[in-house]
């Protein structure tokens, strides 16, 4: 399904769920992540920045599912390593959750991931 099946379902939602493909086994792995939309993108911030097992499972495989409320949009993301790139992302995760949980929730903050709307 194309990006505008899964618009309308981000809308008041804080999460989604990202579905990546295992590196070792192959396999399809779903979890929920947190999201901000800016312009034709959706970024994402992995927990563990760089040591997060989905952000590698993306590196290698970038063919990911997001899935919203029953939507769902095939894509393929695009890591975001570099440092004023990462902020301008962790700057919209905090507009959006907060400092404080964005600080909680993502103490490593070197990396992020845009998935483009087409």
Not at 32 to 48: A, D, H, K, Q, T
Not at 66 to 95: I, K, N, Q
Not at 96 to 114: N, W
């Amino acid at each position: 399904m194309g990006f505008a099946g899964i618009e309308d379902a981000l809308n008041d939602v804080r999460q989604i769920d990202l579905t990546t493909t295992r590196r070792a086994s192959g396999r399809k792995h779903t979890r929920p992540v947190w999201f901000v939309r800016r312009g034709g993108s959706l970024y994402l911030m992995p927990v563990s920045g760089s040591d997060s097992r989905w952000y590698r499972d993306v590196v290698e495989t970038p063919g990911i599912r997001l899935s919203a409320r029953g939507a769902t949009y095939d894509a393929t993301a695009t890591p975001v390593t570099d440092p004023a790139g990462v902020d301008e992302v962790v700057r919209m995760f905090r507009e959006k959750y907060g400092d404080r949980d964005v600080a909680a929730y993502f103490p490593k903050r070197e990396v992020a991931v845009e998935v483009p709307a087409a």
